[in-house]
Protein backbone atom coordinates (compact mmCIF):
# COMPACT_ATOMS: atom_id res chain seq x y z
CA UNK A 1 0.00 0.00 0.00
CA UNK A 2 1.58 3.39 -1.08
CA UNK A 3 0.03 7.45 -0.89
CA UNK A 4 2.79 9.27 -2.64
CA UNK A 5 2.45 13.19 -2.37
CA UNK A 6 4.20 15.24 -5.14
CA UNK A 7 4.14 19.32 -6.42
CA UNK A 8 5.04 20.95 -3.25
CA UNK A 9 7.28 23.90 -2.71
CA UNK A 10 8.19 27.20 -1.94
CA UNK A 11 5.88 29.68 -3.31
CA UNK A 12 5.29 33.53 -2.86
CA UNK A 13 2.17 34.80 -1.26
CA UNK A 14 -0.71 34.79 -3.82
CA UNK A 15 0.81 32.55 -5.90
CA UNK A 16 -0.23 28.49 -6.64
CA UNK A 17 0.46 24.88 -6.24
CA UNK A 18 -1.13 21.81 -7.68
CA UNK A 19 -0.65 19.02 -4.70
CA UNK A 20 -0.93 15.22 -6.41
CA UNK A 21 -1.44 12.12 -4.26
CA UNK A 22 -0.84 8.45 -6.31
CA UNK A 23 -2.15 5.48 -4.88
CA UNK A 24 -0.86 1.89 -5.34
CA UNK A 25 -1.70 -1.56 -3.88
CA UNK A 26 -5.22 -0.88 -2.96
CA UNK A 27 -8.64 -0.87 -4.32
CA UNK A 28 -8.80 3.16 -4.20
CA UNK A 29 -12.12 3.21 -5.47
CA UNK A 30 -13.51 2.34 -2.64
CA UNK A 31 -12.07 4.58 -0.52
CA UNK A 32 -12.66 8.36 0.57
CA UNK A 33 -9.69 10.71 0.20
CA UNK A 34 -8.25 13.31 2.33
CA UNK A 35 -5.88 15.92 2.42
CA UNK A 36 -4.42 17.07 5.99
CA UNK A 37 -1.66 19.43 6.88
CA UNK A 38 0.64 20.17 9.75
CA UNK A 39 2.51 23.08 10.42
CA UNK A 40 5.56 23.55 12.59
CA UNK A 41 4.37 23.57 16.34
CA UNK A 42 0.81 23.35 15.71
CA UNK A 43 -1.71 20.25 15.27
CA UNK A 44 -2.39 18.27 12.24
CA UNK A 45 -5.62 20.03 10.54
CA UNK A 46 -8.11 18.80 7.81
CA UNK A 47 -7.70 20.51 5.12
CA UNK A 48 -10.00 18.94 2.12
CA UNK A 49 -11.89 15.97 1.29
CA UNK A 50 -14.01 14.08 -1.27
CA UNK A 51 -16.76 11.14 -1.24
CA UNK A 52 -15.55 7.95 -2.20
CA UNK A 53 -17.18 8.09 -5.79
CA UNK A 54 -15.58 11.79 -6.08
CA UNK A 55 -19.07 13.21 -6.45
CA UNK A 56 -19.13 15.38 -3.01
CA UNK A 57 -15.81 17.23 -1.89
CA UNK A 58 -15.72 19.85 1.10
CA UNK A 59 -13.09 22.39 2.39
CA UNK A 60 -12.13 23.61 5.70
CA UNK A 61 -13.25 27.46 6.46
CA UNK A 62 -9.74 28.35 6.54
CA UNK A 63 -9.20 27.49 2.43
CA UNK A 64 -12.35 27.57 1.19
CA UNK A 65 -12.49 29.64 -1.93
CA UNK A 66 -8.77 28.84 -2.43
CA UNK A 67 -8.52 25.00 -2.58
CA UNK A 68 -10.31 22.46 -4.36
CA UNK A 69 -10.11 18.77 -4.05
CA UNK A 70 -10.45 16.01 -6.68
CA UNK A 71 -9.82 12.97 -7.10
CA UNK A 72 -9.76 10.41 -10.41
CA UNK A 73 -10.54 6.98 -9.97
CA UNK A 74 -9.01 5.64 -13.29
CA UNK A 75 -5.87 6.54 -12.47
CA UNK A 76 -6.50 6.56 -8.86
CA UNK A 77 -5.00 9.44 -7.77
CA UNK A 78 -5.62 12.69 -5.86
CA UNK A 79 -5.27 16.29 -6.13
CA UNK A 80 -4.83 19.26 -4.24
CA UNK A 81 -5.24 22.71 -5.88
CA UNK A 82 -4.53 25.42 -4.02
CA UNK A 83 -4.67 29.16 -5.25
CA UNK A 84 -4.14 32.75 -3.72
CA UNK A 85 -1.49 30.78 -1.00
CA UNK A 86 -1.50 32.55 2.42
CA UNK A 87 2.11 32.24 4.42
CA UNK A 88 -0.34 30.43 7.07
CA UNK A 89 -0.95 27.54 4.55
CA UNK A 90 2.62 26.58 5.09
CA UNK A 91 2.92 23.38 6.44
CA UNK A 92 3.90 19.58 5.51
CA UNK A 93 0.79 18.26 3.36
CA UNK A 94 -0.78 14.53 3.84
CA UNK A 95 -3.25 12.80 1.76
CA UNK A 96 -5.19 9.73 2.93
CA UNK A 97 -7.40 6.74 2.00
CA UNK A 98 -10.29 6.23 4.18
CA UNK A 99 -12.46 3.42 4.29
CA UNK A 100 -14.60 2.46 8.11
CA UNK A 101 -11.50 2.22 10.41
CA UNK A 102 -8.75 2.15 8.02
CA UNK A 103 -6.91 4.91 6.69
CA UNK A 104 -3.69 5.08 4.95
CA UNK A 105 -1.35 8.00 5.23
CA UNK A 106 1.49 9.40 2.51
CA UNK A 107 4.39 10.13 3.88
CA UNK A 108 3.91 14.04 3.40
CA UNK A 109 5.05 16.73 0.95
CA UNK A 110 6.49 19.92 2.08
CA UNK A 111 4.48 23.69 1.01
CA UNK A 112 6.09 26.70 1.93
CA UNK A 113 4.02 29.90 1.10
CA UNK A 114 6.94 32.94 1.83
CA UNK A 115 8.34 36.52 -0.04
Known amino acids: VQLVESGGGLVQPGGSLTLSCAAS????????SNWYRQAPGKEREWVAGTSVPGVSSNTANSVKGRFTVSRDNVKSTITLQMNNLKPEDTAVYYC?????????WGQGTQVTVSS
Open 25 to 32: GFAFSNYG
Open 96 to 104: TADRGSTRY
